[in-house]
């Protein structure tokens, strides 16, 4: 049996926490907030997108980094297990649009509770309210040395413990031996011999994800990648998109593109906001762009993707001949949202108030390729506390994909949003925290 230390009560953390407990071990949880699964709260705006029901290979095709390294956790825990596991724990689920699986309750709260549920009856130690300070190795080759800590790991007063007799209440004083993890925190000074990991990225800080993983893992000499907003919206530098604000858009396609050349694309629905553009679709884009130049990106929004231009022209000449007296800015009424069709004719050159029979045809031609791609101008990332997950993190190289335990530092493993990979929306992120988590807790 080991003592073993779970930093972060969230998706990642819990799994694990579950199932090294259920093979036998001493597993403490230490979690800074003041309960678990506090960003879970919040996902799939309150609903939480548990996992996506599709197969493996399906769900790798969806990750945008790392997917090779997610092979091996995938295929111990895809989401069929994670359903399973999930029902048997008295949480009934539904798959709605998308293969996206929720609770029936459509309470994010009662995904924690489940979680927190198998936990607490396997006999999993909490400690809230509580932040791990350091996290550091101590090698022992010697049973000679003392430990602060007695055998129930509670955190003996240094000053007592110089000796057994002083110790106190009969306290049995450990002897190390190989490798083990001291522990400090705002509260108290432990000993274990694994530590897991889950601390999250930087997303969403207020939910306790402050990078504090990044931090261990630099100090112990683990490399990390640089961090990016990942699933975020996009800023927007033409002016007139502000104009747009609250005007939601489905079946449209966005396009990005760098230098000329396609980088993604998505279909579904998006969302003008005050800052740029979000939605689904925007999320997504936000994720396959995040680790460029985005001074050399260009997105597009196609407004009528499933007409092509030959049959968009058809119907723009039907509508010009049916309101052919109009001001052009009156004649789009039919095709286009209201609040879109100035600035459609703004980058088409057309004054609004030009008469619709007085059109040319070249002008007629850049009306077209307005609404078929529709800029924005040059986009950004919005912040990194803004998106849904943190894109980067502990390098994967450092990994063992099968365990998840540092390939330098035995004994330590990492899992979840900590780690470098991130995937689309759709209960995708969620999913990654759970196998990452299922497998190092296995693994311990």
């Not at 927190?116 to 932040?131: I, S, W």
């Not at 780690?419 to 759970?434: E, K, R, S, W, Y």
Request: hydrophobic share 40%.
């Amino acid at each position: 049996m080991k003592k073993v230390l779970v930093i972060g009560a969230g998706a990642a953390g819990l799994m694990a926490a579950y199932e090294a407990k259920k093979r036998g071990h001493d597993v403490t949880v230490i979690e800074k907030n003041e309960k678990c699964g506090k960003k879970i709260y919040i996902t799939g705006k309150g609903r939480c997108n548990v996992t996506n029901g599709v197969g493996w290979q399906e769900f790798l095709d969806n990750v945008v980094q790392n997917p090779k390294f997610l092979i091996s956790a995938i295929r111990a825990f895809p989401p069929s297990s994670l359903m399973e596991f999930l029902e048997e724990g008295g949480l009934p689920l539904k798959v709605e649009r998308g293969n996206r699986v929720f609770p029936v309750s459509d309470k994010a709260s009662d995904v924690t509770k489940c979680l927190e549920r198998y936990c607490l009856k396997a006999g999993v130690v909490f400690r809230f309210n509580e932040t791990v300070l350091e996290l550091k190795r101590n090698e022992r080759n010697s049973g000679c040395e003392e430990s602060a800590f007695n055998a129930e790991n509670q955190p003996i007063d240094q000053k007592l413990s110089d000796s057994v007799q002083t110790a106190g209440d009969g306290a049995k004083i450990e002897r190390l031996h190989g490798t083990h993890f001291l522990i400090k925190t705002n509260i108290a000074e432990y000993v274990f011999d694994a530590v897991i990991v889950s601390t999250g990225g930087v997303s969403y800080p207020a939910t306790g994800s402050t990078g504090d993983g990044y931090i261990f893992a630099q100090r112990l000499g683990i490399a990390t990648t640089p961090r990016y907003s990942a699933l975020c919206g996009l800023a927007c530098s033409e002016k007139d998109i502000a104009s747009l604000q609250g005007l939601s858009l489905k079946n449209v396609r966005i396009d990005a593109k760098e230098d000329g050349k396609s980088i993604k694309f998505f279909f579904g629905e998006m969302l003008f906001t005050h800052f740029g553009i979000s939605g689904p679709i925007v999320l997504s884009l936000s994720s396959c762009i995040n680790r460029r130049n985005l001074s050399s990106v260009q997105v597009t929004i196609d407004l009528k993707p499933a007409l092509d231009l030959q049959t968009l022209d058809h119907r723009i000449l039907r509508d010009f001949d049916k309101f052919k007296n109009k001001q052009i800015v009156h004649a789009l009424v039919e095709l286009l949202p209201k609040s879109l069709i100035e600035p459609v004719l703004r980058r088409s050159k057309i004054p609004p108030t030009q008469i619709v029979n007085s059109i040319k045809k070249e002008q007629r031609a850049a009306l077209l390729t307005a609404i078929k791609n529709f800029t924005v101008g040059q986009v950004s990332l919005r912040p990194i506390e803004e998106g849904i997950v943190t894109s980067g993190g502990i390098k994967v190289s450092e990994m063992d994909p099968k365990t998840m335990e540092c390939r330098k530092m035995k004994g330590l493993y990492f899992c979840g949003e900590v780690l470098d990979v991130d995937a689309l929306t759709g209960g995708f992120n969620l999913q990654i925290a759970f196998s990452t988590g299922y497998l190092a807790g296995r693994s311990v």
